[in-house]
C-alpha cells in the first residue's frame, strides 16, 4: 500500500523531471559545450585538450565540433528508446530510468561549459577567474 502510493507520487513528478533534464542535457551537454568550446578555441586560440576533438577540428574545422557531438546526440537518442522498450518489457515505468541517465548528460555538460566560461574569461582578461588559481 505504501509502495503503491509512492509509485503514484513518484512516476509523474520523474516524467516531468524527465523533459526537464532531456532539455538540460541537451542545452548543456550538446548546444553549450559546442558554443563555448568554439568560442575559446577558434575564437580566442586556447588549447583543445581533448585529441578526439582536436582530430574533428583539424580536419573539419569548425564543423568538426557538431560531428563530434553527433554521435552524442544519436545516444542519447537511443538511450531513450532502449531504455522505454527494456521498462515496457519489465513492466516498470521507463522515466526514473531515464531521467537519470540524462541528469549524467546534464551534469557533465555543465561541468564542461562551467570550465569553458572560466577559459573564456582567463583568456578575455588576461588573468586567472579564480584568485587562488
Known amino acids: 500500500m505504501v509502495a503503491t502510493t509512492l509509485r503514484q507520487r513518484f512516476v509523474p513528478l520523474c516524467d ?4 526537464w533534464l532531456l532539455s538540460l542535457a541537451v542545452a548543456l551537454y ?8 568554439a568560442l575559446s578555441v577558434l575564437l580566442l586560440g586556447a588549447y583543445e585538450a581533448n585529441q578526439v576533438v582536436v582530430f574533428f577540428l583539424d580536419t ?3 564543423l568538426g565540433l557538431l560531428l563530434h557531438k553527433l554521435p552524442f ?3 542519447i537518442a537511443v538511450l531513450w528508446i532502449a531504455i522505454a522498450r ?12 531515464r531521467a537519470a541517465i540524462f541528469a549524467l548528460f546534464a ?3 555543465a561541468v564542461l561549459v562551467t570550465w569553458n566560461c572560466y ?12 584568485p587562488w588559481l
Open 86 to 97: 527494456l521498462a515496457d518489457r519489465l513492466s516498470v515505468p521507463a522515466s526514473p530510468f
Open 30 to 37: 550538446i548546444v553549450g559545450d559546442m558554443v563555448t568550446s
Open 119 to 130: 577559459v573564456i574569461v582567463a583568456l578575455t582578461t588576461g588573468r586567472s577567474a579564480i
Open 60 to 62: 573539419f574545422g569548425g
Open 73 to 75: 546526440a544519436l545516444l
Open 16 to 19: 516531468r523531471a524527465e523533459l
Open 107 to 109: 551534469g557533465r555538460g
